[in-house]
């Protein structure tokens, strides 16, 4: 039975996630700020009481660390460890309000993932010695950080941060059996995108990403970018110049500040 512990796991990716692993039988630590919402989504998978709710915020780091060692505890280790928990919201640097948004979004979704892993890797380091299990740590970055957009500076900044923190980790950890492995979702049907006013590409249902999410967490891959259209156009972005990806994206349309609401 894999033992499986996911933040931001009350709605969207996170929430599809667990539904795919409680589907194979795996025992869960779902962790997110709502408790209502964690503990309908409990009551709504295979096996409900296998797993174990944390209602939590991710920036609380404290709180994260303890109930890493609850469910280590619990479930006598842990085999897949995801950093899903993530906040999205257009800023600006020109103003000086959104630099508490953007100080909330690096916090969310860079240094929890950080705060996320860290009570975890000793005990995955012993599995890994022993043998007995294959050991995961699981960040979920974003297209957007392959190339920074216009309006979005802290969330691209956040997710390009995710990956590069990521590889950094993968390479550290290679030696003692633990895989690190690196998502990058395009548009997923979630919530968070829900909210967008513009064109989204190649979209595709939050249940669909979980299978593939959950097929390259399995084979130990080291960096996929889901759907595969969003993964060509990943690289293609890259491949630009930069006069050329400046003047293609100048006018791109932007997030709603969460500030100047």
Request: aromatic content about 6%; glycine content about 8%; proline content about 5%.
């Amino acid at each position: 039975m894999k033992r499986i512990f996911i933040t931001g796991a009350s709605s969207g990716i996170g929430a599809a996630l667990a539904r795919r692993y409680a589907q194979q039988g795996a025992a869960l630590g779902l962790l997110a700020r709502r408790r209502e919402t964690l503990e309908q989504l409990v009551q709504a998978l295979p096996h409900a009481q296998r797993h174990r709710i944390y209602p939590v915020d991710v920036t609380d780091h404290a709180a994260v660390a303890a109930a890493a060692q609850d469910f280590l505890q619990a479930h006598g280790g842990a085999d897949v460890v995801i950093a899903n928990a993530g906040v999205s919201a257009g800023t600006l640097t020109e103003h000086a309000e959104d630099l508490a948004v953007f100080e909330r979004i690096i916090g969310t979704n860079l240094t929890a993932t950080v705060a996320t892993f860290a009570p975890f890797i000793a005990a995955m380091k012993r599995q890994a010695q022993a043998g007995s299990r294959d050991c995961r740590l699981v960040g979920i970055a974003s297209v957007a950080g392959i190339r920074g957009l216009p309006g979005s500076e802290a969330y691209s900044a956040s997710k390009a941060a995710v990956i590069s923190y990521c590889e950094s980790l993968r390479v550290e950890l290679r030696s003692a059996g633990i895989r690190v492995v690196t998502i990058a979702p395009g548009y997923i049907d979630t919530p968070m995108t829900q909210a967008n006013r513009y064109p989204m590409p190649f979209l595709m249902p939050v249940d669909r990403f979980a299978e593939k999410a959950c097929a390259a967490i399995d084979a130990g891959t080291d960096y996929l970018v889901i759907p595969w259209q969003m993964g060509i156009v990943a690289k293609l972005l890259r491949a630009l110049p930069n006069w050329l990806y400046d003047a293609a994206f100048s006018r791109a349309p932007h997030k709603a500040r969460a500030a100047g609401k």
